[in-house]
């Protein structure tokens, strides 16, 4: 505190000091404010100069003086100066320093003229006043003093009973009785009982007490009482009252006592009037605030012991010894307790209407202590009624309900009542809050604040108000959520199953965002019920009851278990909701009685519902997976399959269960899609399965009405309106795009982010579900939003691509129906604008709204990929392809029928029914018959638009594809940007891709190579297999088998192959880079050299399968068991492939039964499949056609074979390999390489049909792939040498790598075999002719090699001419060669590859026949056959460019023919000299061969690694192909190499036979057959010895 009286005044007193000090004090003494300052300046002022006396810093009579000048300036001035010495009289009593006491004696005597003896003797120490002379002796002051308080305080006045007269008493009850209407008044009452007082001596509190007495007795009078005890009590002091009414509740407090309700009632209004003070009174009631809160501890206490009993498990002994305790406690308990008197005056606080008085006393206890005794409940209920009465009149009151109004209380004292929602916030939002649950003892007051909210609710929703306004607005909003939280769910929760507010507070619910209610319902079920003993026990009951009826819930009972649960939730729907979903996350057989026993709920407990569902999804408490790490768990399963059932059935919000599966894909979790998944099915009847068959696949290409009828396993009836609900909320809550986007996201994010560490299995289950999902969800979009609607909501594909980086696959999915929307509004307003009928008009109009639809998307697609890519196809094309459905590209007429037929024979059979009532007959038939109209309607709708379509697509398609580089990389793109991402999209994609390469190869699309596309699909299925998941693997079998399906019409057919291939583009052989010239004939494939191909195709599919099932991998075995099982229909069709396929698949049976269940699984079904389909396979020779003479049946028994002849020969190799590991199926081989040679002979004859990629007749082709044969086995040698790979993996990268590797092997041991039988057998004179004429064919043929395709047309008629003649020599030849081989066969391939002009193959050809045969060298059908479309690929990318050699004029190729047969004789009969020294040679020759090679055909050698041009354009087997080739090298190396391969084939056969089973040792034994016959092919002179040999072993 600051001083007033500065040190330098004190030093300068006399100077000026003093008339400062007075000068201070005169205005402290003007200023008269109303507070205390200036007394207090004034104090502290006068404080400090006597301070500074005591201290000795100013003399005593210069204060006094000073203080004489000061005293006149305030009347209350002595006062203040004999304070000031009093408490400086305390303080220097405490001091040790006497000068300082001394100082402050002289002080106080000089003052004594100032300030009057009595003042100071009332206020200083009687020892002061000793010392000063006040008095004379301290001690007797002391005792003067004591007996005057005591006779003041403490003597009572003696009234004399006796002298006070009844009749006083009697004369006052007398007046306070009289009738008071009159205009009798309290003063005049009053004036007469100071009277009888007077006159009677009575004494003064007992008429009080009188007074009190009668006013207890009289409570309608209070305006008379109050004034009257108002007035009395100026004559009592102030506590008297107090005291009295304290006596009198203590009059009642003994046990058997019993406060009467009047004298609350008094205390009350008392109270209310401020008469005594609630703070006096309190302290007189009874029990003790302690006493309360213990109590309401100890009910807490037994509220959660009854709890513990409630869920305890008690065994049959020990409940009797419970029940009986029990009894006990409840007849203690039955003892009554003491009155509280508290609460008595709290109820009669709140009956008058005293808020404040009654809320200090609530204050006072423990949270709602004091409400959860009924009466004062309903007390502060009636309350409550009484203040919100003229808001609730003006907006509570429903229409047309009239309601009993409610007087407002008497008393003026009562809080105002509220007419707006403002005045609801100050009084009665408080006064609810003191209720809390305990509003449920009235539930007609329940209903009015309720009703409040709603009105409020509509006023807060709507615009119209300020800024000011909208701020009140906004916390009455938190008051009302508080409210309803504290107050009216806890209340519900009380309430005996009132189904009515249930529906009441839903209607105020559903004003709110989901987002509050569902905070709600969180705090009401995991928060609200611990607060209170009575919802503890509530919730516990509630538990027990549950249980009880979830136990005895079947689908027999569901109505009434379903009644039982109803009554339930209607209070605690939290709580039974919570038990109900953890059994059925238990028990998944229980959600069909559960759904359907949820039909008696109230909207709130729906709603609730939906909350606890999201609630049970998001606990982080339970795992999602399985502990095995691959499945989903099951109580995640059964959760979105409720979910599902649920919201179809009722009406729930679906927002809240939306937005959470949103927010978990924004969070990257994709567990939970398959609640959206189910819910979608359910609601909107879009069924995602990949079990679909045929039929169903079929009905989905149709419109909507067939889709409904026929696409779905479930009748799908009454969607619409669930369906409805479902689009409202996504669209509400703008979730339709983002859900869309997210989810085409995550489907990577599932594999790159989620999938971390999770088993592929299940990575590939939820990559699955998430694109699942999408699709469904996509189809959902499509079919319910109008185009409006869609079109606002989804962006370019641009955007969808570039910026929300969506996949392509699915951004077109989401774009697609836009289109068609679009394209179809624009036809409408087209036709509308111009009534022009004609078919020729509206084909026009449609292919105009096209271009304007589409023209924007062919910009937008531009940017999705690089430049380079729009060289090969146009944007036009890509978007076509994309925007596209099998809607536009074909009618399902079997399926339309179908479902027409079904509708016929339900409406026969509800004729027949005699059971049916008519009126229901007519209605079935009715929908019946409409149903069928509307199909039929919808047929012809589609017709008409798939004619449009089909007419628009034949307008563009002469620009789709550009193919400025190659036709190769024209399909490369087509099939990598178009084909592969959209088929495994979903089923019917699959079906659409291929039926899209159907039609581009109908349209005789320019630049499109049919032959290449199929070629390109079915010949490298591994990777595309091993990298599917599982959903996609079946979806890319469904792709492939319509594919097969396709092909396999044309192969059954020459006229349908004619009529549909015959002069198409698509199967032309000489690619060129553009155009087509009208399809000369020889350019053509023809039907027989198709069937060679397919199968080749077929041989490719065996060897894939074989491979995948091989690896071991789960994911690759799984894949390729889903695609077989789809291509059942088609493939295998030829026995030997489906015997090597069912040997691998039972293989795979055997290995996985224990390992991994479902592998087993999948084999055995496959299996049993397989086996069934057996009978419809056939031999190879019916396959595929090949003429050998009078030998057929032979063939065919063979071929039935475990490995079948009929395969080909790198298969027969192939099968080897996989049956190495035992020796007895090395035995079955022998057998098979023995039935080989009979079938070539059919082949032989065959071959001249097949046309080579350039044209060429397929004998060329053979020699052709001879000579591959031997050059590659050359290669092989030194790729083995180099990289020491196992040559016999069917895992070659590509498809060319493919095709090379594994008939390399296999021809080199056949080579050894055949070498070793001829060196066994001596040669026959006809043999030496035949060896002649090989050579002599070689060469023609490496001479044609070079030959250009422009002349291939002219050679192929002369070829024609010379065919009779040679195929008899070829007969003889087959003949004896078949002598010497003991009915060996060997399948002969037609290449299409070898550019070998047709004319000039008659030779060869013969020649080749007889080498193959001798040899084993060729590889089959499939090889060569595969060669032809790798070839073809090839020649189509590059051999246009690279064919540089100057094309031969006819005379020349003649000449070359003859001068090719004279070096051959020659070389034949050096061969035969030289037999016997090579034989001792061929040691050595092994090591040379390597270098041989390089000096005898450097160009080859450069080929068949891949240096020279050619060998990279084509991927397949044959390096001979190259155009750059010298034709003469290549001839020698062939004739010479044929006669080694023979020996080294035989040779390599043994040592496979020999072999255990040793994979590398069957890899060695090739190398050194290829290295023999590389050397053959230097050497060059074993070609007659092997002859010989061959005749010897015969």
């Known amino acids: 505190m600051a001083t007033l009286l500065p040190a330098e005044w004190i030093k300068n007193w006399e100077k000026g000091g003093k008339s400062e000090f007075v000068q201070l004090c005169r205005t402290l003494g003007e200023n008269k404010s109303h507070d205390n300052t200036g007394f207090r300046d004034i104090q502290q002022a006068l404080y400090e100069l006597a301070y500074h006396v005591v201290r000795g810093n100013l003399k005593h009579d210069q204060a006094s003086n000073v203080l004489?000048?000061?005293?006149?300036?305030?009347?209350?001035?002595?006062?203040?100066?004999?304070?000031?010495?009093?408490?400086?009289?305390?303080?220097?009593?405490?001091?040790?320093?006497?000068?300082?006491?001394?100082?402050?004696?002289?002080?106080?005597?000089?003052?004594?003229?100032?300030?009057?003896?009595?003042?100071?003797?009332e206020r200083l120490d009687p020892e002061t006043l000793e010392s000063l002379g006040l008095i004379k002796q301290s001690q007797q002051f002391n005792q003067k003093s004591v007996k005057i308080k005591t006779k003041l305080f403490y003597k009572q006045q003696k009234f004399n009973l006796l002298r006070e007269e009844n009749e006083g008493y009697a004369k006052l009850i007398a007046e306070l009785g009289q009738d008071l209407s009159g205009n009798i008044t309290s003063d005049l009452i009053l004036e007469n009982i100071k009277s009888l007082i007077g006159c009677f001596n009575l004494d003064p509190n007992r008429v009080l007490d009188i007074i009190l007495e009668v006013y207890e007795c009289r409570p309608e009078y209070d305006d008379f009482f109050v004034p009257l005890i108002e007035s009395y009590m100026y004559m009592c002091e102030p506590q008297t009252l107090c005291h009295i009414l304290g006596f009198k509740f203590k009059f009642y407090q003994d046990p058997s006592g019993e406060t009467p309700s009047s004298l609350y009632r008094v205390a009350a209004v008392l109270l209310q009037h401020n008469l005594i003070d609630l703070e006096d009174l309190y302290v007189h009631l009874l029990p003790g605030d302690n006493a309360i809160t213990e109590e309401h501890k100890r009910e807490l206490v037994e509220a959660k012991q009854i709890v513990r009993k409630l869920t305890m498990v008690v065994l049959s002994s020990e409940k009797t010894e419970e029940k009986e305790k029990e009894k006990e406690k409840e007849e203690e308990k039955t003892e009554k307790p003491p009155d509280n008197q508290k609460l008595g005056l709290l109820e009669a606080l709140l009956k008058i209407g005293d808020w404040q008085h009654a809320q200090s006393i609530m204050d006072q206890m423990p949270p709602f202590y004091a409400t959860s005794h009924k009466s004062i409940a309903i007390a502060l209920c009636q309350l409550v009624h009484v203040t919100i009465e003229p808001l609730y009149r003006r907006v509570g009151v429903p229409k047309g309900a009239k309601g009993s109004p409610i007087s407002s209380l008497p008393n003026k004292r009562a809080p105002k009542q509220a007419d707006s929602f403002e005045d609801l916030r100050k009084e009665v939002f408080n006064m609810l809050c003191y209720l809390g649950p305990h509003l449920s003892h009235d539930p007609i007051l329940f209903a009015k604040v309720v009703r409040l909210g709603k009105a409020f609710m509509k006023e807060f929703q709507s615009d119209g108000s300020k800024q000011e306004d909208k701020e009140k607005m906004e916390i009455l909003f938190s008051c009302l959520l508080s409210i309803t939280d504290q107050v009216l769910l806890p209340s519900l929760s009380l309430m005996d199953c009132n189904a009515c507010m249930s529906e009441e507070l839903w209607g105020m619910f559903k004003t709110f965002p989901y987002q509050y209610r569902y905070r709600l319902y969180g705090q009401w079920k995991n928060e609200t019920y611990n607060s209170h003993p009575l919802l503890v026990k509530v919730k516990a009951q509630t538990i027990d009851r549950a249980k009880y009826i979830m136990k005895r819930l079947t689908k027999e009972n569901v109505k009434p278990s379903g009644r039982q649960i109803?009554?339930?939730?209607?209070?605690?729907?939290?709580?039974?909701?919570?038990?109900?979903?953890?059994?059925?996350?238990?028990?998944?057989?229980?959600?069909?009685?559960?759904?359907?026993?949820l039909k008696y709920l109230t909207s709130l407990n729906y709603d609730v519902l939906a909350?606890?569902?999201?609630?049970?999804?998001?606990?982080?408490?339970?795992?999602?997976?399985?502990?095995?790490?691959?499945?989903?768990?099951?109580?995640?399963?059964?959760?979105?399959?409720?979910?599902?059932?649920?919201?179809?059935?009722?009406?729930?919000?679906?927002?809240?269960?939306?937005?959470?599966?949103?927010?978990?894909?924004?969070?990257?979790?994709?567990?939970d899609l398959l609640i959206l998944k189910e819910v979608v099915q359910k609601m909107a009847g879009i069924e995602i399965t990949e079990e679909m068959t045929m039929e169903q696949l079929e009905a989905m290409t149709g419109g909507e009405q067939l889709k409904a009828e026929g696409g779905y396993f479930g009748q799908i009836r009454n969607t619409k309106k669930s369906s409805q609900r479902l689009k409202d909320a996504l669209l509400d809550h703008d979730l339709a795009l983002p859900l869309c986007l997210l989810m085409a996201q995550q489907r990577n994010g599932v594999i790159f982010q989620e999938g971390g560490e999770k088993h592929l299995k299940l990575v590939g289950k939820l990559y699955d579900q998430c694109h699942d999902t999408l699709v469904q969800f996509g189809g959902f979009?499509?079919?319910?939003?109008?185009?409006?609607d869609y079109i606002k909501r989804v962006p370019s594909i641009d955007v969808l691509c570039n910026e929300f980086h969506t996949p392509h696959d699915a951004a077109f999915f989401l774009s697609r129906p836009m289109y068609a929307h679009h394209i179809s509004s624009k036809y409408d307003e087209l036709k509308k604008a111009e009534k022009g009928n004609k078919q020729q008009h509206k084909v026009h109009k449609y292919i105009t709204s096209c271009e304007l639809v589409m023209a924007p998307v062919h910009d937008a697609v531009i940017s999705l990929h690089l430049p380079k890519v729009w060289d090969d196809i146009s944007p036009q094309f890509y978007a076509t392809f994309w925007s596209l459905t099998m809607y536009d590209l074909a009618v399902p007429h079997s399926s339309y029928d179908r479902e027409v037929n079904k509708l016929k024979v339900q409406m026969k059979a509800i004729d027949d029914n005699q059971e049916m009532p008519p009126n229901k007959k007519k209605k079935e038939k009715e929908r019946c018959t409409a149903l069928q109209d509307k199909l039929l309607e919808e047929e012809k709708k589609q017709l008409e638009h798939v004619q449009r379509v089909l007419q628009r697509l034949k307008l563009e398609k002469d620009n789709w594809l550009l193919a400025k580089s190659t036709k190769n990389e024209t399909i490369t793109k087509f099939l990598q940007l178009c084909i592969f991402p959209r088929c495994i999209f979903s089923a019917i994609d699959a079906v659409y891709c291929a039926h899209f390469v159907e039609l581009v190869h109908q349209q005789k699309t320019p630049n499109f190579s049919t032959l290449l596309c199929y070629d390109r699909v079915f010949s490298d299925i591994i990777y595309t297999v091993a990298s599917c998941t599982e959903n996609e693997a079946s979806r890319y079998g469904r792709f492939l088998c319509c594919m097969l399906e396709t092909v396999t019409r044309w192969h059954s057919d020459r006229v349908i192959y004619e009529k549909e291939c015959g002069n198409y583009p698509g199967f032309l052989t000489i690619l060129r880079a553009t155009g087509f010239d009208g399809g000369n004939k020889a350019d053509q494939l023809d039907y027989e050299n198709f069937r060679h191909v397919v199968h080749k195709w077929h041989y490719k599919l065996t060897k894939a399968?074989?491979?995948?099932?091989?690896?071991?991998?789960?994911?690759?075995?799984?894949n390729i068991l889903i695609?077989?099982?789809?291509?059942?229909?088609?493939?295998?069709?030829?026995?030997?492939?489906?015997?090597?396929?069912?040997?691998?698949v039972h293989k795979i049976c055997q290995e996985e039964k224990e390992k991994r269940p479902d592998l087993y699984a999948l084999a055995m079904g496959y299996s049993g499949q397989l086996k069934s389909r057996k009978p419809f396979m056939i031999p190879e020779n019916e396959f595929h056609h090949k003429d050998p003479p009078a030998r057929n049946a032979v063939a065919a028994t063979v071929q039935n074979g475990p490995g079948g002849a009929g395969m080909p020969t790198s298969l027969t190799i192939n099968t080897v390999r996989l049956e190495e590991g035992t020796t007895e199926e090395t035995e079955k081989l022998k057998e098979k390489s023995l039935g080989v040679v009979k079938v070539i002979n059919k082949a032989v004859n065959a071959t001249p049909k097949v046309t080579t990629s350039n044209g060429n007749s397929a004998s060329n082709s053979k020699i052709i792939k001879e000579k591959e044969d031997k050059e590659k086995s050359g290669k092989e040698k030194d790729k083995e040498k180099k990289d020491k790979t196992p040559a016999a993996t069917p895992e070659m990268k590509a498809l060319g790598k493919d095709g090379k590797d594994k008939p390399k092997e296999e021809r080199a041991n056949k080579d050894d075999k055949a070498r070793e039988i001829k060196e066994k057998t001596p040669k026959s004179d006809k043999e030496k002719e035949k060896v002649k004429k090989e050579e002599k064919a070689s060469k023609e043929e490496k001479s044609k090699t070079v030959v250009t395709i422009i002349e291939t047309k002219s050679t192929a008629e002369k070829e024609r001419e010379k065919e009779p003649s040679r195929e008899r020599d070829v007969a003889k030849e087959i003949k004896s060669k078949e002598n010497v081989k003991g009915g060996e066969k060997v399948p002969v391939a037609g290449s299409l590859k070898s550019p070998v002009p047709r004319s000039e193959t008659s030779e060869s050809e013969r020649e080749q026949k007889r080498r193959k045969v001798d040899t084993h060298s060729s590889p089959s059908h499939s090889s060569t056959v595969k060669d032809n479309l790798n070839e073809l690929k090839d020649s189509s990318a590059k051999h246009y460019i690279n064919h540089t050699t100057p094309t031969l004029s006819k005379s020349k190729e003649r000449e070359v023919d003859k001068k090719d047969l004279d070096k051959s004789r020659e070389r034949s009969r050096e061969r035969e000299k030289k037999d016997e020294k090579d034989r001792k040679d061929r040691k050595r020759d092994h090591s040379n061969s390597d270098r041989e090679v390089p000096q005898d055909s450097t160009k080859r050698r450069k080929e068949e690694n891949g240096t020279t041009g050619s060998s990279k354009h084509s991927k397949s087997e044959s390096p001979s192909d190259s155009p750059r080739l010298n034709e003469k090298e290549k001839e020698k190396n062939k004739s010479k190499s044929s006669g080694k391969e023979k020996g080294d084939s035989i040779k390599a056969e043994k040592m496979e036979k020999s072999s255990s089973g040793s994979k590398k040792e069957s890899r060695h034994d090739k190398e050194k057959a290829e290295k023999k016959e590389k050397r053959d092919g230097t050497g060059g002179k074993e070609e007659k010895k092997h002859h010989k040999s061959s005749d010897k072993h015969r």
Request: net charge negative.
């Open 781 to 788: 979009l499509a079919s319910n939003l109008s185009t409006e």
């Open 68 to 121: 004489g000048d000061v005293i006149e300036f305030r009347e209350d001035m002595p006062s203040i100066l004999a304070d000031v010495f009093c408490i400086l009289d305390i303080e220097t009593s405490c001091l040790e320093e006497k000068s300082k006491r001394d100082h402050f004696t002289q002080l106080v005597l000089a003052c004594l003229y100032l300030v009057s003896d009595t003042v100071l003797k």
């Open 566 to 597: 109803g009554k339930l939730s209607h209070s605690n729907p939290t709580i039974l909701f919570d038990y109900i979903l953890s059994q059925i996350q238990k028990y998944d057989n229980l959600i069909t009685p559960v759904v359907d026993s």
């Open 1123 to 1144: 695609v077989l099982t789809k291509i059942l229909p088609w493939y295998p069709k030829v026995l030997n492939l489906g015997q090597a396929l069912e040997r691998r």
């Open 1105 to 1118: 399968s074989v491979h995948c099932l091989e690896t071991g991998e789960y994911t690759h075995i799984r």
């Open 611 to 671: 909350y606890c569902i999201i609630e049970a999804l998001a606990n982080p408490e339970k795992e999602r997976m399985k502990h095995d790490d691959t499945t989903i768990s099951s109580w995640l399963q059964s959760l979105a399959s409720f979910c599902g059932a649920v919201f179809r059935k009722y009406p729930i919000e679906l927002a809240g269960l939306l937005q959470y599966v949103a927010n978990q894909l924004k969070a990257g979790k994709s567990f």
